[in-house]
């Protein structure tokens, strides 16, 4: 299976300031065509995991412009450019490249 | 709009076989490129995928699960089964069916990304 380490596992921020979550994959997530499916998810307390970004880099519908995902092959990163209080929640990478399709361990942000 | 439902027991006892069920609406498992898979997320735990079944019927499982995973899909029902044999408590989760979409362009999930609202199954004698 495709292990996909996020890093840090918590992460305490400041209301206002940036933060930034990184994701290693095991082996390379671009397919034979060359897509990368990869995505990064968010998850309040009690809901079901919400997409933010697929491909890479490609922000959801509905998803505000401070969330930014960039990287390629096996580092991927989540940017949020100024946290605001809506964003303390638990952040995964997934990857829908490989069989079985994974996830990250998970980083829990946090108010500072 | 696309919605999907899980059901099924809250709670089995070890060595027991789980059956949950997906009721979904807003599309048709008939329709070339989309799937149902299942993914279930432990406590406190990152989500785990396990299955899912194509339009045309094909099938893919974790492989460390294989021989515990069945998976079957009614399309007059509009209805998804996973079965689970030999129930542990290691796998006591919240257990979600999601919408998949292979051939949008936006990868596995689709261009909308569509899940249900997970149902708990606590494995315990």
């Known amino acids: 299976d495709v292990v996909l380490t996020q890093s840090p596992l918590s992460l305490p921020v400041t209301l206002g300031q940036p933060a930034s979550i990184s994701c290693n994959s095991s082996q390379s997530l671009a397919d034979s065509n060359g897509n990368t499916y990869f995505n990064w998810f968010q998850q309040r307390p009690g809901q079901s995991p919400r997409r933010l970004i697929y491909k890479i880099s490609n922000r959801d519908s509905g998803v505000p412009d401070r969330f930014s995902g960039s990287g390629s092959g096996t580092a991927f990163t989540l940017k949020i450019s100024r946290v605001e209080a809506d964003d303390f929640a638990v952040y995964y990478c997934m990857q829908g490249t490989h069989w079985p399709f994974t996830f990250g361990q998970g980083t829990k942000m946090e108010i500072k | 709009q696309i919605t999907l439902k899980e059901s099924g027991p809250t709670m089995v006892k070890p060595t027991q076989t789980l059956t949950l069920t997906c009721t979904f609406s807003?599309?048709?498992?008939?329709?070339?490129?989309?799937?149902v898979g299942w993914i279930r997320q432990p406590p406190g735990k990152a989500p785990e995928w396990l299955a899912f079944i194509f339009w045309k019927d094909d099938q893919r499982y974790r492989p460390s699960l294989r021989t515990r995973l069945t998976i079957t899909k009614d399309t007059s029902k509009n209805q998804v089964v996973l079965i689970m044999t030999k129930m542990d408590p290691a796998d006591t989760a919240t257990y979600f069916c999601?919408?998949?979409?292979?051939?949008?362009?936006?990868?596995?999930?689709?261009?909308?990304?569509?899940w249900g609202q997970g149902t708990p199954v606590t494995v315990s004698s």
């Open positions: 999601v919408h998949l979409d292979f051939w949008s362009g936006h990868g596995p999930l689709g261009e909308f990304n569509y």
């Open positions: 807003g599309f048709s498992l008939t329709t070339a490129g989309l799937a």
